[in-house]
Structures are given as C-alpha cells and as structure tokens.
C-alpha cells in the first residue's frame, strides 16, 4: 500500500512518508509500552505496602503523558504531509493529464477524471491524514503489548503471542473475500457517477423528448446498480467482523482460563494475572477496529490503483532530438489507424503542398475528424507515418508541432471569462490591439456590441450566453491570432442563421488565406474553393481530384454535390 502510495505521489515524498510512518509506529509502541507499568502498580497495590504503588503511577501518568505527545506530534505530522501531499498530488495529476497525447480524452474521460481529480486524489491523501495512525496503531500496539506480556509471565506471552498469526490470518482473509464485491462496488459507483453526469448533460434532450417528470432508467438501473452492489459489499464484511471478534474473544478466554490455571498451580500471583487480562483487554478494541480500518484501506486502494493507472498512462513518445520542419506541406503516407479492433483509416496516402487547400468529404464516420486529428499528432498512426514539412510528426517536438498548427473544431469551448480572455487563449503572449484585431476580424466586435458589459462581459461556462456561430467566430478568432502556417478546420455541420454563416464563412477565409489547409468540409462553397478534394468512405480514399473532375467523373463525389445542391435552397448561387 504505502509503495503504491510512493509510486502515485511521486519519489520526492518517500523522506517525509516514511518519518511519518516512522512516528507512528514509535508511538503505537510507547502506547504498548506504557502498559507495561500497569504491572509494578498492580503488584505493589496487591502486596503488603499499596503506598510502593505510588511512584509507579506517576511513572504511568508520565508515559501516558508522553505517549500523548507523541500521538498528538504524529497526527499532526501525517496531516501535515497529508496536505502537502494533496497539493502536490494535484500538480502532479495535472501536469501529467496536461501531457497525455489529445486522443486519450475521448467520451467518458470528463467524469473519470474529474472523480479521480475530487473523490480519488482526496481519498489517496486521507491515508496518510486520518487512516495510517489508526492502522499502525491497531497493528503494532497489540505486537508491542505481547512483548510486554511475554516480560511479565512467558507461558501467557506466548499464549497470546501464538494468537497473533490467526488474527493476521483472519484478516487477510477477510480481506480477500471483500477484495470481489468491493472491486465490484468501486465499478458500480464509477459507473453510477457517469450516469449523473451524462442524465445533467442530457437534460435539454430528456425534456425535448418530453421526460420531465419521468426518471432516466439508465440511471435509474445504474443507482440501483450501485445499492445492490453496496449491499453485497456490506455483506461480504460481515464473515470477516464476526470471525475477528470471535477470535478475539477465544484467545481472551483461553488466557483468562490458562492464567486462572496458573494462578490456582501458584505460578503466578493475582497481580501478575489481572495485569494481563487488562493487557489482553487494551488489545481487543485495536484489534477489532483491524477489519473497519482494512475496509476503509481497501475503498483507498481501489482509487490509488486507478490514479496509478492514469499516472502510468504514458504520453506519446517525444524525440530526444526534435527536427523542426522548415515548410508546411502535409503528406500522409500509407497511414493506417486503429481506434481498438476497428480500423478508422486504412491505407491512407495524401499530400497537401504548402499553402494549399484539401477538402475533406464523406459520410459521417468515414474518417475525417480522426484524419484531422492524426495530423495534429492527438494518437500515433499504426503504420506509416503523417508528415509535416517533410518531418515525420514523431520526430517534430509536440511544442513545436502545436506552433506549426490551428485548430478549429466543430465543438468550440468556451471559459467562463470574457471574449477578450477566450480570444488571447490562441496566442497568450498576444497585446491588446492583436486580440482585438483578431476578434474583428472573425466578427466578432458585433456580437460584443450585443453583449451586455461589452469586451468585459462574460461569455458564462462554456460559452452558454453565446450560440453556436457565435461559439465559432471565438474559436476562428483564436486561430486568426495564433497566425499559425497550417489550419486544421472541422466545419460545423449544424445550420446557421444567415448572419452567423456570412459572419463565420468571412472569418474562415481569412483564416485561411496562404495557409496550408485541410479542412473537413459540409458547405458548398467551402469545398468549391480547395484546390484539391478528397472523399473518405469507411477510412478509404475512394476518390481525389479538383471539384471539377470529380464532378466530370460522375462517382461518388458528384452524388454527394448533388444531394448538398438538392437541399440548399436557391442552388449552388448560395453555396457560391
Ligand atoms: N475515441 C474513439 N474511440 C473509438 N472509436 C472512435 C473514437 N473516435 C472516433 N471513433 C470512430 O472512428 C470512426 C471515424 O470517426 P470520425 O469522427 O473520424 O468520423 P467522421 O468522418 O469525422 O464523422 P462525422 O462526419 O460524423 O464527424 C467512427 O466510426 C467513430 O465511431
């Protein structure tokens, strides 16, 4: 547990761990250890002379005292470093999540993350802040308390010290038996905390679909899901408790019935006896709270595991000697790509020269979002290799490579901050003069004009005070001010009012003008002015060439240009 631990924080914070840890056990041996002076008290309060007893209860009331201490400075040290683990944790998890290649964060990752970021990264830290004193003491306490039973009488020693083994025993056991329904809890829950989260996303589509009262059943099956599972994990605890206590309670009675044994032979004397049963008593509580504490030890370990998992999670590899790429021509060669067994891209060749235009078309899943984002290196290409200026984009530093490129994508988000602030994201280093010419540029001063508070007004979580064309010209605008040689453009597919789509289709041929472009294109007229068109189907090139021979070609292409004709009023004078 506490190497897993290491292993997640990180090794700079072994040091401080294990003096913690050090601490602990210390102190859970001077509690063990003051109970030995219980046996002078009892001795000189059973013999001729009680008063004797008096400095030995000082010398009680001393080690109680400085067991006391020692407690409260090992508390203190494990919330300490407890704390400072947790800041630590955060920077560690972020900087780490800020490395993972784009591609990891697919659909599911928002609420797995953002669990583990909470509910896991506060659950790791608690073992060192409220879960590690307790279990050291429950564990090395009753160990220190045999040593001194062992001192005061070897037969009743020994008696309990062959106990130990069976608690252990008993313990790992009943670890093992929970370890199942546990695991199984943990899942339900993760599964369950997903569903919250997608039942609030989805709330616009449940009330248009007329759900406002009725409850989702999937969350519905997953809560139930979880109770069920919650149950059974109880369940399982409960063999373990039961068999702890009755062990517990077994060895009691067979010291008490060895002792009285021994005391009735004349071997040892009344005192000697009830200082042991007290001793024995002091270890029944440590040694129950053993099963409670492991449960809570166990829930902490399923979290550690899964930071462990994320932490070990390893971004794509970066070149020990990066290249730079001196021009900004694309070529994809021979480009296969996997998303699990499915085969998104197979065989894909293409090559864009710098400062020109390649559309991409298809049918929805063809491929042309993933053909985006592999020149944007967000995953590795299974074979072949992706090209920027003539670099293979494995050999060009992810610094750079993001230097080289722009990126608008269909789905843009937004900070709750202003335009301004959104805007800057492009470029942070960018004055105040460039943001706001950018933002002209892709038109959006208009919709600052609108916007109550103007420049310093903000545009709420995730943009939700602006629409969709609105959302777009940001993300046009941050690209228009990141001025980077190469733009990648996922076209929306959704349909915008007449003054949105003038707005964005301005700001796009402004951002694309000399640049080198492929951009995944639904609009008419944004195919219409590539200098080179590609069709994707099932991962494929089925066909390449300009607008007008594919056209001439009668193929695929011009079915697709004839179906988009066919549903934009007023023909291809609109598109144009
Ligand atoms: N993260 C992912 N994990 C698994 N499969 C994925 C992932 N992303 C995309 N896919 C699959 O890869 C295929 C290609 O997806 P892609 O988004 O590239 O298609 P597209 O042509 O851009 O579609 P659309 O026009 O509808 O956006 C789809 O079948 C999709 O289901």
Redesign the pocket.
């Known amino acids: 547990m506490i190497r897993m631990l290491l292993r997640v924080l990180g090794h700079q914070y072994a040091g401080p761990v294990r003096r913690t840890v050090a601490l602990m056990t210390v102190t859970a041996v001077a509690e063990g250890a003051s109970y030995a002076l219980l046996v002078p008290v009892l001795r000189a309060l059973f013999g001729d002379t009680p008063g004797d007893a008096r400095p030995w209860l000082v010398a009680f009331g001393a080690a109680v005292a400085g067991y006391a201490v020692l407690r409260y400075a090992g508390d203190l040290s494990g919330f300490r470093v407890g704390t400072t683990l947790l800041r630590g944790m955060y920077h560690r998890l972020g900087d780490h999540l800020a490395c993972l290649p784009l ?1 990891w964060y ?2 599911g990752r928002v609420g797995e993350v953002s669990v583990l970021a909470g509910r896991g990264v506060l659950q790791a830290m608690s073992v060192i802040a409220h879960l590690l004193s307790p279990f050291i003491s429950a564990a090395v306490t009753p160990l220190t308390v045999v040593a001194v039973m062992l001192v005061c009488d070897w037969r009743l020693g020994l008696a309990a010290a062959a106990a130990a083994p069976a608690v252990a025993a008993i313990h790992v056991w009943a670890g093992r038996s929970m370890a199942a329904a546990d695991a199984e809890r943990a899942e339900r829950d993760r599964e369950a905390t997903a569903r919250v989260i997608e039942y609030l996303q989805a709330q616009p589509v449940l009330r248009a679909g007329g759900r406002t009262i009725e409850r989702f059943r999937l969350l519905d099956d997953s809560l139930r899901g979880l109770h069920r599972a919650s149950r059974r994990s109880l369940l399982s605890a409960l063999p373990g408790v039961v068999g702890l206590t009755l062990m517990v309670q077994a060895v009691f009675t067979a010291l008490l019935v060895l002792g009285a044994h021994l005391a009735l032979g004349g071997d040892i004397g009344a005192a000697e006896l009830l200082a042991v049963l007290v001793l024995a008593a002091r270890c029944a509580d440590p040694l129950l709270s053993l099963a409670e504490l492991g449960g809570k030890l166990r829930v902490v370990r399923t979290e550690l595991a899964r930071l462990d998992a994320v932490l070990r999670t390893e971004p794509l590899p970066e070149a020990p000697e990066p290249v730079r790429p001196v021009g900004h021509g694309l070529e994809l060669e021979s480009v296969t790509f996997r ?2 067994d ?1 085969t ?1 891209l197979d065989d894909v060749s293409l090559s864009v020269p710098q400062g020109q235009r390649l559309a991409v078309v ?10 985006l ?1 592999l020149l944007a290196r967000f995953y590795d290409v299974d074979a072949g290799a992706v090209r920027v200026g003539g670099v293979d984009v494995r050999s060009i530093g992810t610094e750079a490579l993001m230097e080289q490129v722009a990126i608008v994508f ?1 789905d843009v988000y937004l900070f709750d901050g202003t335009i301004e602030e959104n805007v800057r994201l492009g470029r942070p280093d960018a004055g105040e003069a460039e943001v706001r010419a950018a933002a002209a540029a892709a038109r959006l001063d208009e919709v600052v004009e609108r916007l109550p508070g103007g420049w310093s007004a903000n545009v709420g979580e995730g943009g939700a005070l602006l629409s969709g064309g609105e959302r777009q010209r940001v993300s046009i605008a941050r690209a228009l001010l990141k001025d980077a040689p190469i733009v990648l453009l ?1 076209e929306v ?1 959704s349909a915008l009012d007449p003054v949105n789509e003038a707005a964005v289709h301005e700001g796009i041929e402004r951002l694309v003008a000399g640049r080198t472009v492929v951009m ?1 294109a ?1 609009r008419l007229r944004t195919v219409q002015r590539a200098d080179r068109i590609v069709f ?1 189907d099932g ?1 494929r090139i089925v066909e390449e060439g300009t607008h007008e021979e594919l056209l001439r070609r009668g193929g695929r292409y011009a079915d697709f240009w004839q179906v988009s004709l066919t549903s934009v009023a007023g023909g291809p004078d609109t598109a144009g």
């Open positions: 591609g697919a659909a998303h699990g499915r998104v298809g049918p929805s899943g063809a491929g042309k979002s993933t053909l984002q269909q996922d597919t995944v639904h994707l991962g």
